[in-house]
């Protein structure tokens, strides 16, 4: 079993910056790579990025590269998403999760354990 929650949601004005956390714990030291994914009101979850625990590859959906960066601290099983000039319709319920099986890390259904979620909401 994983447990992750994550932090560091809010509202900010477009334009501004936020960072995310999720923490795991658990059975994180076979886990292989950690996701985050958002989900807009009557929008489907989509892909935003994802870290390889061990080497560090990273993954982007092209709405967020230039903008946002993932992260890891292995030592503090923590995941990070440092968010940039935030855009409105990046406004949205941030979930992380985590996989245990290389490959399809743009797919949801790869990932097995995932967090509540935390609000980013982003004004004009």
């Known amino acids: 079993q994983v447990q992750l929650v994550e932090s560091g949601g809010g509202l900010v004005q477009a334009g501004g910056s936020l960072r995310l956390s999720c923490a795991a714990s658990g059975r994180t030291f076979s886990s292989y790579a950690m996701g985050w994914f958002r989900q807009a009101p009557g929008k489907e979850r989509e892909f935003v990025a994802a870290?390889?625990?061990?080497?560090?590859?990273?993954y982007y959906a092209d709405s967020v590269k230039g903008r946002f960066t993932i992260s890891r601290d292995n030592t503090k099983n923590t995941v990070y998403l440092q968010m940039n000039s935030l855009k409105p319709e990046d406004t949205a319920v941030y979930y992380c999760a985590t996989s245990f099986i290389p490959g399809g890390l743009y797919s949801g259904s790869t990932y097995n354990y995932w967090g509540q979620g935390t609000q980013v909401t982003v004004s004009s």
């Open positions: 870290i390889v625990r061990r080497s560090g590859s990273t």
